[in-house]
């Protein structure tokens, strides 16, 4: 993939400029976001544990990612204290695989392929992506490629296997003698709470209508490299008009797609309550299922370095971008500024252009799920930030997190 059409390259030159001109007035940027497909494990013999399906399947996905869910989004569970083999069978058995690409595609009834999707969240001209004037030059297929690579094989598969434990249940178990949040979390097997507030016994034993909420997330990632493109779009490729039998049973029966493993993490959530709150058992359980879920994202994407999100500039003077403590930020958050070019290859590429950190004379913005419930008062509606380098920054550039912060 040594050079892409003008037409792409056109394209891609002018997106960040046009926005630049523009975001000013309004801030609402499109870019290219990972793709993300969320499950979970199902076990049905645990305390409100169709409330915790329920509460996972209408969560929201981040807004950082563009909603690639299928079907069916839960796994059964297979009981054993590690459900990694059990997650990995189920992938398998299911062609998960296979139908996120089929979705990426948007395969009909009929078996055909079209490529709406890819030019909607690339950006893409439509025209520039036509699979029959593609296959009918280098040029094009290489412009197929560099979709590909920009976007389908940043498809992500997360699932989440939680663990609820109450706080009156776990008050009761440290018998008065814990008397720290950080014991506590211990005795309950929760791991890492150090950014949590601390929690005197007497605190514990009040807040017993709530519940610290464990998730241990697996994260798998769409393998979508130069081969299995090239059999995609030379043997299962063709759009309704063109589809044939034989063309529609060879991708049912394809076994070429595959997932690559990244990693899991635990994180945990909770749920801060008191004997007054007027919540119910079912309503703190909805909460602390999508707090645990945005909780697991954060720690994945600072131990991962390619599930990392990109988030645009909001403002440039001052700079300030719409993400907050939901994405785990903090006073000490430095980010790398990025801009979008094209390279001598025509492939798109993002050069740091700068450096920002948190602006810790303001507040962080509270954005995590109910944060409106919990603190009715808060004015913040985005996070700001100081320059550390850098030239100068509009709205549209793209943040991204540096590596250990």
């Known amino acids: 993939m040594k050079k892409t059409i003008t037409l792409l390259l056109t394209l891609f030159v002018t997106i960040p400029y046009t926005y630049a001109q523009t975001q000013a007035v309004n801030p609402e940027v499109k870019y290219r976001r990972?793709?993300?497909?969320?499950?979970?494990?199902?076990?049905?013999?645990?305390?409100?544990?169709?409330?915790?399906?329920?509460?996972?399947?209408?969560?929201?996905?981040?807004?950082?990612?563009?909603?690639?869910?299928?079907?069916?989004?839960v796994i059964p569970t297979s009981n054993a204290k590690d459900e990694s083999q059990n997650?990995?069978?189920?992938?398998?058995?299911?062609?998960?695989?296979?139908?996120?690409?089929?979705?990426?595609?948007?395969?009909?009834?009929?078996?055909?392929?079209?490529?709406?999707?890819?030019?909607?969240?690339?950006?893409?001209?439509?025209?520039?992506?036509?699979?029959?004037k593609a296959k009918a030059s280098q040029r094009g297929l290489e412009t197929l490629a560099d979709a590909g690579e920009e976007l389908i094989r940043n498809t992500f598969i997360l699932v989440n296997d939680y663990n609820y434990v109450s706080k009156e249940e776990v008050a009761k178990k440290a018998s008065g003698w814990l008397n720290t949040i950080g014991s506590v979390a211990s005795y309950a097997g929760l791991g890492d709470v150090s950014t949590t507030t601390t929690i005197t016994s007497a605190a514990v034993t009040v807040a017993g209508k709530g519940y610290v909420v464990k998730?241990?997330?697996?994260?798998?990632?769409?393998?979508?490299?130069?081969?299995?493109?090239?059999?995609?779009?030379?043997?299962?490729?063709?759009?309704?008009?063109?589809?044939?039998?034989?063309?529609?049973?060879?991708?049912?029966?394809?076994?070429?797609?595959?997932?690559?493993?990244?990693?899991?993490?635990?994180?945990?959530?909770?749920?801060?309550?008191?004997?007054?709150?007027?919540?119910?058992?079912?309503?703190?359980?909805?909460?602390?299922?999508?707090?645990?879920?945005?909780?697991?994202?954060?720690?994945?994407q600072k131990n991962h370095e390619e599930f990392k999100t990109k988030t645009p500039l909001f403002s440039g003077e001052p700079i300030s971008a719409k993400i907050g403590l939901k994405e785990g930020l903090t006073e000490k958050s430095k980010f790398d500024v990025l801009e979008q070019v094209v390279n001598k290859e025509g492939k798109t590429e993002y050069v740091v252009v700068g450096t920002i950190k948190?602006?810790?004379?303001?507040?962080?913005?509270?954005?995590?799920?109910?944060?409106?419930?919990?603190?009715?008062?808060?004015t913040e509606d985005r996070t700001y930030f100081k320059k550390i380098s850098g030239k100068d920054f509009y709205p549209g550039m793209l943040i991204v997190q540096k590596k250990g912060k």
């Open 34 to 73: 990972s793709s993300l497909y969320t499950l979970m494990i199902h076990d049905e013999t645990r305390p409100y544990a169709e409330v915790i399906r329920a509460s996972f399947e209408k969560g929201p996905i981040p807004e950082k990612f563009n909603n690639h869910n299928l079907g069916n989004r």
């Open 87 to 132: 997650i990995t069978a189920f992938l398998n058995e299911n062609n998960v695989a296979r139908d996120i690409v089929a979705k990426w595609f948007n395969r009909s009834a009929k078996g055909g392929f079209n490529m709406d999707m890819i030019a909607e969240r690339g950006k893409y001209d439509a025209n520039a992506l036509d699979i029959a």
């Open 215 to 300: 998730t241990t997330a697996h994260l798998y990632r769409l393998v979508w490299d130069e081969e299995t493109a090239a059999i995609f779009y030379n043997d299962y490729w063709a759009d309704d008009k063109t589809i044939t039998p034989e063309k529609k049973k060879a991708f049912e029966e394809s076994t070429i797609f595959k997932l690559e493993y990244i990693g899991s993490d635990t994180s945990w959530a909770d749920v801060q309550s008191s004997v007054f709150t007027k919540k119910t058992e079912e309503e703190l359980i909805e909460k602390a299922t999508v707090k645990a879920v945005d909780a697991v994202i954060v720690k994945l």
């Open 358 to 378: 948190v602006d810790d004379k303001l507040p962080i913005w509270d954005n995590r799920y109910g944060a409106d419930e919990e603190n009715p008062n808060s």
